[in-house]
């Protein structure tokens, strides 16, 4: 409700002097269709999660020849693009590269035929199915309608391209390779997410946590294996991780104060080899989901507590419990938030600018905030709206990210994304 409220006091404020982007809209309709001939580009050529050479080559292709000063392999396959344009501040507008192994399922005449290999050998396919593919060609549309009108706005725009998202990686990997210092530190630094439940024509904006943060924990339950029918001469691992699963699930209900969201996830389990045969160990592995440092700091302490009083109460070697592939929340600053939500409402409308809810997803943006900069990661909606109602009228739930399902509606995705994009740019750096 503040924010809101703070919002429309600068709306009033604006008045009469609010100016909607006519130009950026006359330019959407000259290069929009390219835009979406780029957007089916990336779609039909995805890459995995620190694989993605051929799509930082086009990324930063098409950003040198929009203008831009261009530095690739930054932490993996990122790309860096800087345009100076006058004296002001330095923002930052980051898109992720990697795609997902995903077997599209969506029949598009342009959904992706790229398969690889999975770890244990089978042939599983690849897919944008998270939506980076519109995050490429909007960092695009921007590059190219900000150099081309460098007359409505002012300062360093800083352009990047980042690996490995999927597995909450990149962004650190980014500014362990200098982004913030080889290269300018942003003032502000901004992304956009698209959106599956969120009609296209739409954003999404959220001050504070908006994304959760992320942890990967795996645990080795040990024992002593032997013989299916002597199990007193075993110890058995299997029944240690099926108490720990319980056990587990008492950490968040008992542990942590309702008020504060947090999740604790078993996604598989692996032990045994036969019927008739007790192993040696079994194998568990979690998410864990949460929002502040100190919950996220109580989970992982719990979760290596439980793991080790079940090995204590089966006198069985201490397991093993390994934490890996974590990444810090989203926290929206609310001073930045308040400020470009303003010229989201003035280049969109207020209907079309909306409040989004916070999700226990995770995404490595967060981590751009190190060294006290201010971000902000908004929503983009892409389905159509009568598709959604559609939906909701057969009381069945869209096809999430992730899914195999799951895509854009690309041109209405994609006018929507720069108008609001630049919108922020436009903001943050005004022409003085």
């Not at 029949?107 to 992706?112: E, F, M, Q, V």
């Amino acid at each position: 409700m503040r924010l809101r409220m703070m919002v429309w006091g600068l709306l009033v404020l604006l008045g009469a002097t609010s100016v909607r982007g006519d130009d950026l809209k006359s330019w959407l309709d000259t290069n929009v269709a390219d835009l979406v001939e780029v957007y089916k580009h990336f779609h039909t050529h995805p890459e995995l999660s620190n694989q993605e050479e051929q799509t930082a080559a086009r990324l930063a292709e098409e950003l040198k020849k929009a203008g831009f000063e261009v530095t690739k392999k930054v932490g993996g396959h990122g790309v860096v693009a800087l345009l100076k344009n006058g004296d002001g501040p330095t923002v930052m507008f980051r898109c992720d590269l990697d795609a997902l192994p995903v077997t599209e399922e969506t029949g598009l005449p342009y959904a992706s035929k790229v398969t690889t290999k999975n770890a244990e050998g089978a042939t599983v396919g690849i897919m944008h199915a998270c939506g980076h593919d519109i995050h490429l060609t909007n960092l695009i549309a921007l590059a190219r309608y900000s150099a081309s009108h460098r007359d409505q706005w002012q300062g360093t725009l800083m352009l990047i391209g980042q690996p490995a998202e999927e597995l909450v990686d990149g962004a650190v990997g980014m500014l362990r390779d200098g982004l913030y210092t080889r290269f300018p530190k942003p003032q502000f630094a901004l992304a956009l997410h698209v959106d599956a439940e969120l009609a296209a024509g739409k954003v999404g904006y959220r001050a504070g946590y908006s994304m959760a943060n992320s942890d990967s924990c795996d645990i080795i339950m040990k024992g002593r294996g032997g013989h299916g029918s002597k199990p007193d001469a075993c110890i058995d691992p299997i029944l240690q991780a099926a108490q720990l699963i319980v056990d587990l699930q008492s950490i968040v209900s008992r542990e942590i104060t309702p008020l504060q969201p947090a999740v604790v996830t078993v996604g598989a389990i692996r032990g045994g080899t036969k019927h008739n045969i007790i192993p040696d160990s079994c194998h568990l592995k979690l998410t864990l989901r949460s929002y502040t440092p100190e919950v996220r700091k109580h989970l992982q302490d719990a979760v290596r507590r439980k793991a080790k009083a079940v090995a204590a109460s089966y006198r069985a070697p201490e397991p093993e419990v390994t934490f890996d592939i974590g990444t810090s929340a989203v926290f929206n600053d609310e001073g930045l938030v308040n400020r470009v939500v303003g010229g989201f409402v003035t280049e969109l409308g207020s209907d079309n600018v909306v409040p989004a809810e916070r999700v226990m997803g995770a995404e490595d943006f967060g981590e751009f905030a190190a060294g006290g900069v201010p971000i902000f990661m908004f929503r983009l909606g892409t389905i159509p709206q009568a598709k959604l109602d559609e939906y909701r009228k057969s009381e069945v739930a869209p096809p999430s990210l992730h899914s195999s399902k799951y895509f854009p509606d690309p041109e209405p995705t994609l006018r929507t994304g720069l108008r609001a994009s630049f919108a922020a740019i436009r903001d943050l750096m005004p022409k003085r």
